[in-house]
């Protein structure tokens, strides 16, 4: 985003309530124009079904993790919109699993149209922004991660060539043998599948509260300042002074494994941080930290909790927290203002952010076949590789 465009959607947020009516009455034309317009997912073009197959087996394959213990749905379960919002015993989880021995910081993020976030050249990925700026980067990234998936690709390659199942599949949708390069290929082609399906605001089909809820967040709301566009996002980082989740710091694991990452990504002096850095973690630019990227408002019905670290449990404390003018606790929070939103309004915005979400919820069935163990490779050295 440019300075000028920057400037002009801080511009914005601080035009709510009164002020905002009179300008849309002045200038006869929505408070939205100059943001990209939201509107339906456009359609794109079907990925290879085989290789959507073979994705969707890898996406639920513990194998394709270090130690054989967790699948991408671990952390990405279908029946929980492919987030996590409970623990293996059915209690609320604000908070992601991670590698096996450590527990993460952050909430896991939807991959449910992700596939939509691939406009955005030069966005990184991730609460932070700190990943790569497209979809099998950000694979890449998430297998190799210590804290996520541990995984060695040379390891991938020799376990899938060790697995008839993927051995047919790689030559069959990838006329080759198999490899790293073509999971993380297989696993895009999967994600990609992902999408809103019948969302109300996609076919028209809104309620009259939802329709009231869409003139507030394009008008006296500014929820469009940042998000905006199909994707209902700007991939911009932004700093709305979100609450620390303090569970990252009282759980001594959860602790490690944050610090353990702003370690590896260079951030100076992790013992004194009582905060998630957010967007620092990339940019290393002190005004930066407390920000991160927007996240994309859709399928929301079923993707809490809310928010990088999961604070907020229901859209409802969510728009409380943003009528409030956002967070105030955080000196470098300068960004939002309070908007004086009524209880019906209230109602009416809510509505609208519902609309955004399908219909049924967005899942697949689970891949149950998958072996915990090889059979041996006879004459395994002198095996074509």
Same mark, same amino acid.
């Given at each position: ?8 959607? *801080?511009? $914005? ?57 967790? @699948?991408?749905? @671990? ?8 987030? %996590? ?39 990184? $990925?991730? $609460? ?16 190799? !991660? ?25 030559? !069959? ?12 290929? +297989? ?26 809820? &869409? ?47 702003? @370690? ?8 004194? $941080?009582? %905060? ?21 408002? &859709?399928? *929301? ?13 229901? *859209? ?34 809510? +509505?609208?952010? !519902? ?17 915990? !163990? ?12």
């Amino acid at each position: 985003m440019s300075t000028s465009t920057r400037s002009a959607s *801080l511009l $914005w947020l601080a035009v709510t309530g009164a002020a905002a009516a009179a300008l849309m009455g002045m200038s006869g034309l929505s408070c939205a124009q100059g943001f990209p317009a939201i509107g339906p997912l456009p359609a794109k073009k079907a990925p290879n079904p085989g290789q959507v197959e073979m994705g969707r087996r890898l996406f639920f394959d513990p194998r394709i993790s270090g130690d054989g213990a967790i @699948s991408c749905a @671990s952390c990405h379960d279908p029946k929980q919109g492919f987030t %996590r919002q409970v623990d293996n015993k059915g209690k609320p989880q604000a908070l992601s699993d991670a590698y096996p021995g450590t527990s993460h910081f952050r909430n896991s993020p939807t991959l449910i149209n992700t596939t939509y976030k691939a406009g955005f050249a030069n966005a990184g $990925w991730g $609460w932070a922004g700190h990943m790569g700026a497209d979809l099998n980067d950000v694979v890449r990234d998430m297998l190799t !991660e210590t804290l996520v998936m541990n995984m060695d690709m040379r390891l991938m390659h020799e376990r899938m060539k060790q697995d008839p199942v993927y051995v047919k599949m790689c030559q !069959e949708s990838f006329k080759g043998e198999c490899s790293s390069g073509k999971a993380r290929s +297989a696993l895009v082609a999967f994600m990609d599948t992902l999408v809103s399906r019948d969302a109300p605001f996609d076919t028209g089909k809104m309620s009259d509260e939802a329709k009231r809820g &869409r003139g507030l967040f394009e008008g006296k709301a500014g929820c469009i300042a940042c998000h905006n566009g199909p994707y209902f996002s700007d991939a911009e980082p932004h700093n709305t002074g979100v609450p620390e989740n303090m569970e990252v710091f009282k759980d001594p694991v959860r602790h490690l494994t944050y610090r353990a990452a702003m @370690s590896n990504h260079g951030v100076p002096r992790t013992e004194i $941080w009582r %905060r998630d850095v957010g967007y620092f973690l990339a940019s290393k630019n002190y005004a930066d930290v407390g920000k991160f990227i927007t996240p994309t408002l &859709r399928e *929301l019905k079923y993707t809490a909790p809310y928010m990088h670290n999961g604070v907020f449990s229901t *859209l409802a404390e969510v728009v409380d927290f943003y009528d409030r003018g956002g967070g105030r606790d955080d000196p470098l929070a300068a960004e939002l203002k309070p908007l004086g939103l009524s209880a019906e309004e209230k109602k009416d915005l809510i +509505a609208f952010l !519902e609309s955004l979400s399908s219909t049924a919820p967005v899942t697949v069935q689970p891949v149950a076949d998958i072996p915990k !163990e090889y059979a041996p490779i006879k004459n395994f050295l002198g095996a074509h590789n």
